[in-house]
T-cell receptor
Framework: DAKTTQPTSMDCAEGRAANLPCNHS???????VYWYRQIHSQGPQYIIH???NNETNEMASLIITEDRKSSTLILPHATLRDTAVYYC??????????????FGKGTKLSVKP | DVKVTQSSRYLVKRTGEKVFLECVQD?????MFWYRQDPGLGLRLIYF???????EKGDIPEGYSVSREKKERFSLILESASTNQTSMYLC??????????????FGPGTRLTVT
């Protein structure tokens, strides 16, 4: 089973920030938080990852709480093209079967005009 | 950009047929994966391959086999297709472990219908 909990769905107005929460209360010290998204009829796409510190890239920002039990993905100015299912995944950073991605059900984000 | 391609976007097969799903990546990645995606169940790992001729079962390998004869190509085989294998099949690849980010690159998917 996935080790994360996410809301099933969320709505966001176009141009506003979308804040997608994720709970990972059993995360261990060597596990990273990863976010992927899947736009309809496409394969999943990597967005961002982090360990302890907040991270930002050209797509999004990732805020991880100090106790690391939850995180929030922020899309600062959501567009209609950001409508997708967003997956929060925790994993260790080494290979082998222990390091495989486990996708839960994700959050379906609908960006509305 | 990394490109992962899958041989078909849509495929319709009959029960009992042998089905081959092909995946090719162009970035010399060591690791390749096959997932299936079903409504309400998310993505589930079928098989993955560390390198040429190396494979390991994922969470739901029953009814499937794989082949990795060349580094860039990873094939999923349904020996005798059944209706419960109707699904979206996704292939992915990544570099070998040790480098951040652990980023898998996915293909567009093959929607297989078994009648």
């Amino acid at each position: 089973d996935a080790k994360t909990t996410q809301p099933t769905s969320m709505d966001c107005a176009e141009g506003r920030a979308a804040n997608l929460p994720c709970n990972h209360s059993t995360i261990s010290g060597n596990e990273y938080v990863y976010w992927y998204r899947q736009i309809h009829s496409q394969g999943p796409q990597y967005i961002i990852h982090g360990l302890k510190n907040n991270e930002t890239n050209e797509m999004a920002s990732l805020i991880i709480t100090e106790d690391r039990k939850s995180s929030t993905l922020i899309l600062p100015h959501a567009t209609l093209r950001d409508t997708a299912v967003y997956y929060c995944i925790v994993r260790v950073n080494y290979g082998g079967s222990q390091g495989n991605l486990i996708f839960g059900k994700g959050t379906k984000l609908s960006v509305k005009p | 950009d990394v490109k992962v391609t899958q041989s078909s976007r849509y495929l319709v097969k009959r029960t009992g047929e042998k089905v081959f799903l092909e995946c090719v990546q162009d970035m010399d990645h060591e690791n390749m994966f096959w997932y299936r995606q079903d409504p309400g169940l998310g993505l589930r790992l079928i098989y993955f391959s560390y390198d040429v001729k190396m494979k390991e079962k994922g969470d739901i390998p029953e009814g499937y086999s794989v082949s990795r004869e060349k580094k860039e190509r990873f094939s999923l085989i349904l020996e005798s297709a059944s209706t419960n294998q109707t699904s979206m099949y996704l292939c992915a690849s990544r570099e070998s472990s040790g480098r951040l980010p652990y980023e898998q690159y996915f293909g567009p998917g093959t929607r297989l219908t078994v009648t």
